[in-house]
């Protein structure tokens, strides 16, 4: 095992060794997801994250940036991916929570399904063309909110209220309370 100091590996990797790159792989990698685990609580996520962690610092040669010892920088980088899984994450069921039907919403029959899509279209038909939009960018095409208020051309706030009032009025059209 190669035990270069960093500031040896990462000169060599900036020269162009990419033997060295191997070597800060090798010498961080079950530490970073040992690190990453303690905050996902998923191995598997943890090791994905790691790898594409380091895929992305030699695509995008983030090393050529770094100097010095890098255990820092590669600790923090792989914590605030962490953090941002685990709000992507959060903000993906919150959003799932939305479409949350109630038990006896559930239709038992095809018949009963297709009469749901039919009074579930019709309702959207009757929204504000504003709220439909706001609906479709956050709801089925998984924008951000911020950037669904940037294509809309309307505030933040503005979009929120657009998707409390366009869910309030499509669960009042399906029977939902």
Known sequence: ??????EQLLQQLKEGQSQAYD????????????????????EQDAKDLVQAF???????QIYMRLNGD???????????RCLNHIKRKETLEKRQEAYHLPE???????????????KLDHALGRLPNQRKEALKLVYLQNKKYQDAADIMGISINSLKTHLKIGLKNLREALNLF
């Open 1 to 6: 095992m190669n035990h270069q100091p960093d």
């Open 104 to 118: 006896h919403a559930l239709c038992e029959t095809d018949e009963d399904m297709e009469h749901t899509y039919v």
């Open 54 to 60: 380091f895929l992305e610092m030699w695509e995008r």
């Open 23 to 42: 070597a800060i792989f090798l010498k961080y990698y079950k530490l970073l997801c040992v690190n990453a685990y303690f905050y996902l609580h998923d």
């Open 70 to 80: 890098i255990k820092g920088y590669l600790y923090r980088s792989v914590q605030n």
